[in-house]
């Protein structure tokens, strides 16, 4: 008996170490001079739900990120706190280039910043791929609302102060980020509503009448706009949109407020070079793609290439700037 | 788009040859579910979400609705033909279809009880047809207090199924809202439960709690019957009912369609209910009640069709409100949302593609039953051949493997064992598992639309009253809530309902 008990557990043992160990023979091939391997599919993280721009865009380059490695690229939606759950799944995912996401900043870049979210990724965490497209920000009003200008609408939220309601697609995201900039430069104060799943939620709320004013992201509204269904005020950017040619921008109505979305594409950090390039290289391919180019722009997606490097350059830039920032969207205790 | 043109839209797209594979392995893998006595319907789709979890969604959740119906039908088999059923809502079949047996009409009335399956599937399923386009076109009056007024309905339906003690029923809630609260805070950020452990800032993985509590404990739980006798399947002779049975058959259908229609459509309630009380129905307004529980074909005919017609009639309140009818479809709206699809008025506005398409599968599915099911009677009836202790290893193989596959992590497998166990105990206390799938699966949407709800009201909870749709729906919710206070006592049949 006893010896059937010591075999039994010699055998589970060797099974163990075993596994163990072609675990570890995985682990340990990873050069990257074979990636992608056939058959092997590529998971491609979106941490915003389908329908939204970063998940429209994501699956605009995915055909074009396929032929070029030549393995399957799966769209995988993981929406959820304004970014930070998809972003977590990203870092926390092995750094061999089966696993890359879709990073939008200023969610991924302030996620970080606030203590309080308790994010476990830090920018390090990524290893920056390629920049895709800039993505201003955008206020709308219902298309029968009585402001008509920029001007009535902030002097309006000015007189009462948060007697209107605001989407944004989470908290500490782009367009929180804008109404915190526009109360700060002009003193017009809306009353949050944070859709923390994504832009089709704060969309789809909006439409339905739940919300007053739409902050958004010029590609999002290029469509409602075309529809009447929504009315665009103004755009925070230096220039006009040509996705939106008659929508005035802050500074032509005399606010210096200019904020928007900048997206683009990391692996988690610690890739093998030779991984990283290629995905790199594939990437720009797909960004650059003219059929892809012109999709985005027909959404009102500019496309604004920058490699790995400068897209890495970018976004501590950005960290900059946001760190000054935060406090304006930072819970009051 | 007008209805039609939108339902032919979706015909196309489930008839890639794909879809019609995923719909076709849904129907079989249903069937054996149902063939097999020890695992129930939420257990069998709990089992197999691993499956379609890498599948796109359409034909993702094409199979698994075709395993859903599935269930419904395959119980019917060993009902007729060994006198046990194979689910709890195929129970009240056995009377007369066992009695046809042994009269050698075995054949007849699995023929009839198919083609019963068919009509009442086939009806409910134009119900929802001509229900989602004006419950879908109420999608933007929801907005975030409507949505989570809708929840509230959903998580009351926890007093229908609570069974004998609403205390037990209460603890079983607060244990699938606790769970589904494990992960990052969905608005704020913050971790919450995760105990420092990272691998559950994501949350604890739902199919492999699910896996776990229902398939796992079930398995665990499951005390060897009787040695399964040897069966002999019908000929294909004997399949055809004779022209009299068809003519007896044909009212009995339509009584069960309206039975299992309309209770179908009132969350809470199981596929059992309808069967029983189609049954009940033939005994009072049948030609031939005197013959019922002597080998009548009305008592076959009658509550297969009522089942099959509550299963696909229950998909009514899923698709359009977003409301979970019964465990089963619980799991399933959980499958939805592992999608990304969120059952309810915005499914038609956002995903009208994906929703026309799984709404066509439905009658291919139903179609596909009938066919698949009448001449391969043999073929499921030979799966009882397996011996117990071989078949439970294998299903116990297959739910290890399917935990594993949903991250291609073993920490999913020891969660689901964990919650195995938990499901194993609580089954010991007597404590009803439904209730914490309900929770489980609403717990996440009902606090994402209550706190953007109270961001809509800057705070202020009246928001939920001040709304009329809103408020209709909560004040629905605690009508529910309170039923059990008005002594309105249900049938024993109800409480004492095997699938609650």
Not at chain 1, 53 to 62: F, G, P
Not at chain 1, 74 to 103: C, F, H, M, R, W
Not at chain 1, 245 to 255: C, I
Not at chain 2, 28 to 53: K, R
Request: with cysteine.
């Amino acid at each position: 008996m006893s010896r059937i008990k010591i075999t039994a557990a010699f055998a589970a043992a060797a099974l163990i170490a075993l596994t163990g160990c072609g675990a570890n023979a995985g682990a340990s091939t990873v050069s990257g001079d074979d990636f992608p391997k056939k058959g092997k599919s590529i998971d491609l993280i979106v941490a915003f739900s389908s329908g939204g721009a970063v998940d429209t865009a994501a699956r605009l380059v995915q055909p074009i990120l396929e032929k070029e490695l030549g393995t399957n690229v799966e769209v995988i939606n993981k929406p959820g706190a304004g970014g930070q759950i998809g972003y977590t799944a990203l870092t926390s995912a092995k750094p061999d280039g089966y696993t890359i996401g879709a990073t939008g900043s200023p969610s991924v870049v302030v996620s970080p910043l606030d203590p309080a979210r308790g994010a476990k990724y830090t920018r390090a965490s990524f290893q920056p791929l390629g920049r895709q497209v800039v993505d201003p920000a955008v206020i709308a009003v219902q298309p029968d609302s009585p402001y008509k200008t920029l001007k009535e609408l902030l002097d309006a939220a000015k007189a009462n102060p948060k007697s209107m309601t605001a989407s944004t697609t989470g908290l500490q995201t782009g367009e929180h980020f804008a109404l915190a900039q526009i109360q700060e430069t002009t003193g017009s104060e809306f009353a949050p509503v944070h859709f923390s799943d994504g832009a089709s939620q704060a969309t789809t709320a909006f439409l339905g009448k739940h919300v007053d004013v739409l902050v958004a992201n010029v590609s999002d509204v290029t469509d409602l706009t075309k529809q009447g269904k929504a009315r665009v005020l103004g755009i925070m950017t230096a220039e006009r949109s040509p996705s939106l040619p008659d929508v005035p921008t802050f500074k032509e109505s005399g606010y210096d407020v200019e904020a928007g979305t900048a997206r683009g594409y990391s692996a988690p950090a610690g890739l093998p070079d030779a991984v990283a390039k290629k995905l790199e290289a594939a990437l720009q391919k797909a960004i650059e793609d003219p059929a892809v180019k012109e999709k985005m722009s027909a959404l009102g997606l500019q496309t604004s290439y920058l490699s790995g490097a400068d897209y890495e350059k970018f976004w501590a830039g950005q960290e900059e700037d946001f760190k000054k920032a935060l406090p304006l969207v930072q819970k009051k205790n | 788009m007008d209805t039609l043109t939108e339902l032919l839209g979706g015909f196309a797209a489930a008839m890639t040859w794909q879809n019609l594979i995923f719909a076709f392995l849904g129907c079989l893998l249903g069937t054996i579910i149902g063939v097999l006595p020890g695992v129930g319907p939420v257990a069998g789709v709990a089992l197999l979400i691993p499956l379609t979890l890498n599948l796109d969604p359409t034909g993702s959740i094409i199979m698994l609705c075709a395993i859903f119906y599935g269930t419904q039908y395959g119980g019917t088999i060993t009902s007729v033909l060994l006198n046990t059923p194979g689910e709890a809502s195929s129970a009240i079949t056995t009377i007369d279809g066992y009695a046809m047996t042994k009269l050698g009409r075995a054949g007849a009335a699995l023929t009839l009880a198919a083609v019963g399956s068919f009509v009442g599937g086939t009806i409910a399923t134009i119900g929802l047809v001509a229900a989602a386009k004006p419950l879908g076109e109420l999608g933007l009056l929801v907005g975030p207090p409507e949505f989570f007024a809708l929840m509230v309905v959903g998580i009351s339906l926890l007093v229908a199924l609570a069974g004998k003690s609403m205390v037990k029923a209460l603890i079983s809630g607060a244990l699938g809202l606790l769970i589904s609260m494990v992960g990052i805070d969905p608005v704020a950020g913050a971790p919450r439960f995760t105990f420092g452990m990272d691998r559950l800032l994501d949350g604890v993985s739902f199919v492999a709690v699910i896996v776990g509590v229902f398939g796992l404990s079930e398995i665990l739980s499951y005390r060897k019957n009787a040695e399964t006798p040897l069966v002999h399947a019908p000929g294909m002779r004997s399949l055809l009912p004779t022209r009299a049975e068809w003519r007896r058959s044909a009212p009995a259908m339509a009584r069960g369609t309206g039975v299992g229609f309309g209770l179908g459509l009132i969350p809470g309630m199981t596929g059992s209910v309808s069967s029983l009380l189609s049954y009940a129905a033939e005994k009072k307004f049948s030609r031939f009640r005197h013959q019922l529980g002597k080998g009548a074909v009305e008592g076959v005919a009658g509550p297969e069709t009522a089942n099959n017609a509550h299963a696909n009639a229950a998909l009514i309140p899923l698709f359009t409100l977003g409301i979970p009818a019964s465990p089963t479809i619980a799991v399933l709206m959980g499958a939805f949302l592992q999608q990304g699809l969120t059952p309810g008025p915005s499914l038609f506005t956002e995903h009208s593609d994906i929703a026309w398409a799984i709404i066509a599968s439905l009658f291919i599915g139903n179609l596909l039953l009938l066919l698949l099911n009448v001449p391969l009677v043999g073929l499921w009836t030979s799966i009882l051949r397996v011996p117990t202790p071989i078949l439970t290893a294998l299903i116990l193989l297959f739910m290890v493997i399917g935990a594993y596959t949903i991250n291609f992590s073993v920490f999913d497998v020891f969660v689901m064992i964990g919650f195995g166990l938990l499901g194993l105990a609580l089954r010991n206390l007597d404590i009803p598992l439904a209730p914490m799938v309900l929770t489980l699966v609403l717990g996440p949407l009902m606090e994402r639309s209550l706190r953007e709800s109270l961001e809509i009201s800057q705070g202020d909870f009246s928001v939920f009253v001040n709304r009329p749709i809103s408020a209709v729906l909560i004040g629905l919710g605690v009508l529910i809530i309170c039923s059990p206070l008005l002594k309105f006592r249900k049938p024993k049949a109800l409480t004492e309902d095997p699938e609650a």
